[in-house]
């Protein structure tokens, strides 16, 4: 079982938290305007690194909030917790994907 | 055969225990194991596959073949290590192997087919015909079978516990006593967890000096030292048995299994529970869990008297129990010598010891000759004679290459074989958390390598074998623990205890002795519980199976509840060996938790029984349960499903209560409904992207129906919510839907919309809820409210006015799930039994009948309504239910991008219908497939499913609700429901049974 800092509240067992799957997936801001192949892409489309990930996770047995964490997926060591919206801090090793802004940016980069 | 004194166990307490149901005595101190030695009890138990005769080999949690049930009835517990049992008085175990008896084994006969049963013989041999698969599987599994599960609810009680710590260290041998105390002194937080029943370790049961004294007494001084100090918890009885992420360790103590089954209250029992599992976080964790004798895989090397040769010692020193008259040691390594000199100390006579080496070391030959025992060097043993228990062993010179002469030079009388094939570290915790092993060479053994985690290991679990060693690496363990986990102190200086130094001669890399005889390496034994030998090792290998992973499965090598504790390199030796490749190179497969099993009771701890799940009562709660109720789980909440009266059977309940709802007046408990208090300038905006349809235009006092979808387009929630002011929504959900969508939504305004200013709070148990519906409600409205205007122009269907109902302060709504006129009355939870007595009561006169969920389902069958979690199953999107003028164009909402996705716009997806039966009586099982052309058998085009069906007396027959491809362009065709001896022909219809323009709702 994780060990998991929660911004708010410390180090939390896992077993108070949810996760929400990769982060920095940006809702498109107009869907109507995208190709199916687009859309499927925010839908579906994950990276499965392995090595750091950035990912969210929920307090939702705590304090309901939502974070980042950047976890490595071989070691589950977590590399860097930080709250929604900012940006993914470097670490160590580039990640294999690009950082993806608010902007409607998909995993791969590829403009949405 | 016990001595006359010594050993760690209490003459004074003599204990009458049973075996397989023979009486015998032990004492206080012993394990099973140990008792039954010293009552010359050899054959222990029955092996997996063949039903070979098996004794004790062991002296700890690795053994392999003494595995028994202990007591029977509600508290046994089975596949127990006899060698971890301790003693009590009243102990009653039995074999778990053997049917009918352990003397005269009916599944014996096993063993002459041996070569029949060769590795994989369940995959070859009983897989054909596939057919007949579960009639052998019934003989193979009572055959093959261990120790019974109980069959009585469990009487005891078990706990989980919680822990913080500094230093965790496991194992209380030297090593561990050495780390904790370093640790300790520190003013660490320090946890010391041993699985027996006091501190010691291997010091209890040889016997090695320390600052020149029994090494047991250093371990009884350190132990007391580590209860003196404040911040350190010491846990016996308890073993470590899995390692996770983040140093998250979890033990089992075993409180209360040495004193046996609780008898009554008053046998001096705490009345706790009686097993707890820990769950430790720890900063830095110590592994000094010692380490496993390994045997050496020779023909009838299973034979009972054939034992470690550090459990013989250990049965002499620490029980004071002889484990045979005569012995011969066989060793490739020095550590045996001193077994031989504890045992020949102990009044053993030891014939010879065997050794596989030219030359033993300068310190072993010493032992040796001290006791004048025999050293037979370049010799390994080849043969066992004897069938239930040793007779005589037979020798032959081994050469460079470590293959025996083919012919026995010597035969030995003798009754114990004790055999030391070298150590193996306990490195299993270590690899649980995804630590590697290295393979050491010189010792012959995986030592832990490189960790991911905060975790080091001391003593012999670090491949460290000489008590000194041991010492010294536990104190450097401790200290670097302690300093890791940023304890600043250092512990005073204290003089580091002393232990002799030993300088012993390389052991021999000797693992397997072929035999030359005819089919010996079928008897020549690996995995002693799975019954795997080394010819079916070489079987495997030759069959392609040469990873070790494959062999693993293929053989069931270390597969048993031993996990393979002394077996596993052993195996491994002998498949490089025969692949002709280093061991370092095969690699070695993962130990897994649990290390030794875990009882399910402790996993559970009081998670059980009422406990399991919290149980949700509405206020009214206790009226329907007066009432005679019969209730139905709906997510957590207990709801009445129907109120049978007297002599009813449940569909004549639930056909009086259809027919007052929709003929006199109805009343439901709905304050289970998921209610969410929506408040912020922004609300609207949230409403509009949650829900398939517009918010913008709902006036204050307005209520409106809303679709809630995935982004993939699916339904998965729907519900009424109401306007209540400028910027304030009631938002209502299913009931078991309720905290996914106060989820979902916080969900979406903390990472996507943060920019939203919207508030949400579950309100849900705030208020409780009575649906008032049918021809009279309106009149027993307007009895009880004192402000609120109810009639149709003044509180249309689908709005909302505020006011007194019954004296009480209520939000009345005009919703309707019945298709009938419907006041949903909501008042503050503490009020809710006070407004539904007052209802019941006053609408007496008008035929009042409460109703359950049963008839709620009905009425709104009846109308075509769905049910969230019913009608949907999350491959179904609002056009899929007919329901697509819900679904805006003009704005975008979760979910609509998908609804234009190929696969969400086909015209074949599965669509809500109705469906009738041709025979009016029959009432489709719910879940029934759909075909359009039935045939006698399957296979069958399915074409779709019935999601609701029921008996309905309002409309005076049987309705259902489906789902069935391009169903909305098939109404009116005929349809099959192939069901167990008959075809049931139905006809859709548009899923509306009762009241189609709506009249009784708007009235």
Partial sequence: MLLIPCPWCGPRDEIEFGCGGEAHIARPENPDELSDEAWADYLFNRANPKGPFAERWVHSHGCRRWFNVVRDTATNEILAVYEMGAPRPEIGSPPVLASPDESGTTSDGESL | ?1003
């Fill in chain 2, 1 to 1003: 055969m016990r001595l006359a004194g010594g050993g760690r166990i209490d003459r004074s307490q003599l204990y009458a225990f049973t075996f397989n149901g023979t009486q015998y005595q032990g004492y206080a101190g012993d394990t099973l194991a140990a008792a039954l030695i010293a009552n010359g009890v050899r054959l222990v138990g029955r092996s997996f596959k063949l039903h070979r005769p098996r004794g004790i080999f062991s002296a700890g949690a690795e053994e392999p073949s003494a595995i028994v049930q202990v007591e029977a009835g509600a508290s046994t517990l089975p596949n127990l290590r006899a060698t971890q049992v301790e003693l009590y008085d009243g102990l009653s175990a039995t074999s778990v192997n053997a049917w009918p008896s352990l003397a005269f084994d009916f599944w014996s006969i096993n063993s002459l087919f041996a070569p029949l049963l060769p590795a994989g013989f369940y995959y070859k041999t009983f897989m054909w015909p596939q057919s007949l698969w579960h009639s052998y599987e019934a003989v193979i599994r009572r055959a093959a079978g261990l120790g019974r599960a109980p069959e009585h609810p469990d009487p005891d009680i078990y706990d989980h516990m919680h822990l913080h710590c500094d230093v965790l260290v496991v194992g209380g041998g030297p090593a561990g006593l050495a780390a904790a105390l370093k640790a300790g002194r520190t003013g660490a937080r320090v946890v010391l967890v041993d699985e027996q029943n006091e501190s010691g370790g291997q010091l209890l049961g040889n016997r090695q000096q320390i600052d020149g004294a029994p090494g047991a007494e250093w371990a009884t001084s350190a132990a007391e030292e580590l209860a003196a100090l404040d911040d350190v918890r010491v846990l016996t009885r308890t073993t470590a048995f899995g390692h996770y992420d983040h140093n998250h360790v979890a033990l089992i103590e075993r409180r209360t299994d040495h004193l046996g089954p609780a008898v009554s209250d008053a046998d001096g029992r705490d009345g706790g529970p009686r097993q707890r599992v820990w769950k430790v976080r720890a900063k830095q964790v110590v592994l000094a869990t010692g380490a496993h004798e390994r045997s050496i895989v020779f023909r009838n090397n299973d034979r009972p008297g054939v034992m470690q040769a550090s459990a013989a010692a250990c049965y002499v020193n620490r029980y004071a129990a002889r484990p045979g008259h005569r012995a011969v040691i066989f060793t490739n390594n020095d550590s045996a010598y001193a077994a031989a000199a504890d045992l020949a100390e102990g009044g053993v006579s030891v014939a010879a010891i065997v050794d596989a080496r030219p030359e033993p070391g300068l310190d072993a030959s010493a032992l040796a000759a001290g006791q004048g025992i025999e050293v037979i060097t370049g010799h390994a043993a080849v043969d066992v004679k004897g069938r239930r228990h040793v007779e005589a062993v037979s020798i032959a010179a081994v050469d460079e290459a470590g293959n025996a002469a083919a012919s026995a030079s010597r035969s030995i009388n003798c009754d114990l074989l004790a055999v030391s094939g070298g150590w193996n570290p306990c490195v299993h915790l270590h690899c649980h958390s995804g630590g590697k092993l290295n393979f050491d060479a010189v010792q012959a053994c995986f030592v832990p390598g490189e960790s991911k985690l905060a975790v080091r290991a001391a003593g012999a679990a670090a491949g460290i074998f000489d008590l000194a060693g041991c010492l010294e690496s536990g104190f450097e363990a401790g200290a670097d623990a302690a300093q890791d986990a940023g304890i600043k102190r250092r512990g005073r200086a204290r003089k580091a205890p002393v232990a002799d130094a030993e300088t012993p001669a390389p052991a021999r890399h000797l693992f397997h002795v072929p035999s030359s005889k005819r089919g010996g390496d079928y008897k020549a034994f690996v995995d002693l519980q799975h019954d795997v030998s080394a010819s079916d090792i070489a079987l495997a290998v030759r069959e392609g199976y040469e990873s070790v992973e494959h062999l693993k499965r293929y053989t069931t090598l270390g597969m048993a509840t031993d996990q393979g504790k002394t077996s596993n390199v052993p195996g491994l030796a002998i498949l490089s060996e025969v692949l002709g490749r280093p061991i370092a190179d095969v690699g070695t497969t993962t130990f897994r938790p649990p290390y030794t099993p875990v009882t399910f009771g402790a996993l559970a701890g009081r998670d059980v029984g009422t406990f399991a799940d919290p149980v949700r009562k509405t206020p009214m709660h206790h009226w329907h349960e007066t009432a005679g109720a019969v209730f139905e789980d709906v997510g957590q909440w207990k709801r009445p499903w129907y109120y049978p009266r007297d002599g009813e059977t449940m569909q004549e309940a639930v056909d009086r209560e259809c027919l007052a709802a929709r003929n006199a007046i109805g009343l439901l408990d709905a304050s289970t409904l998921g209610k969410i208090d929506i408040q912020g300038p922004d609300s609207v905006t949230l409403l509009n992207r949650v829900y398939t349809n517009a918010w913008n235009t709902l006036a204050i006092g307005r209520s409106r129906y809303g679709l809630m979808c995935g982004e993939d387009g699916m339904v998965f929630d729907d519900g009424v919510t109401t306007r209540l002011g400028d910027h304030h929504y009631l938002m209502t959900t299913t009931s078991g839907g309720a905290a996914r969508v106060m989820s979902w939504l916080e969900e979406w305004l903390q990472t996507e919309w943060p920019e939203l200013d919207v508030r949400l709070t579950s309100v849900t148990e705030q208020w409780a809820s009575a649906g008032i519906c049918g021809p009279g409600a309106r009149r027993l409205m307007e009895e009880l409210s004192e402000d609120i205007a109810l009639d149709a122009e003044a509180l249309p269907f689908m709005a909302m006015s505020e006011g007194r109902v019954a004296g009480l302060p209520a939000r009345v709504f005009r919703i309707s799930f019945s298709g009938e006129v419907s006041f949903e009355v909501n008042v503050p939870s503490r009020y809710g039994m006070a407004l539904w007595s007052i209802l019941m009561t006053a609408g007496e006169k008008y035929g009042i009948t409460p109703y359950g969920t049963e008839t709620l389902h009905i009425l709104r069958a009846e109308k075509g309504y769905i049910i969230a979690g019913q009608e949907t199953d999350g491959t179904v999107t609002p056009i899929d239910l007919g329901m697509g003028r819900m679904v805006s164009k003009k704005k975008d909402f979760i979910g609509k991008r998908s609804l234009s996705r190929s696969d969400t716009s086909r015209e074949d997806r599965k669509q809500l219908v109705g469906l009738l039966t041709e025979d009016e009586t029959e009432v489709l099982p719910e879940g029934a497939q759909i075909v359009s052309e039935p045939r006698p058998m399957p296979p069958m085009e399915m074409i779709g499913h019935v999601t609701s069906s029921y008996h309905s007396a309002n409309v005076g027959r049987s309705i259902a609700l489906a789902l069935i491809r391009s169903g909305h362009s098939r109404i009116g065709e005929q349809v099959f429901a192939p069901l167990p001896g008959k075809r049931v022909m139905a006809r859709i219809v548009e899923p509306m049974f009762f009241d189609p323009e709506g009249t009784r709702l708007h009235g």
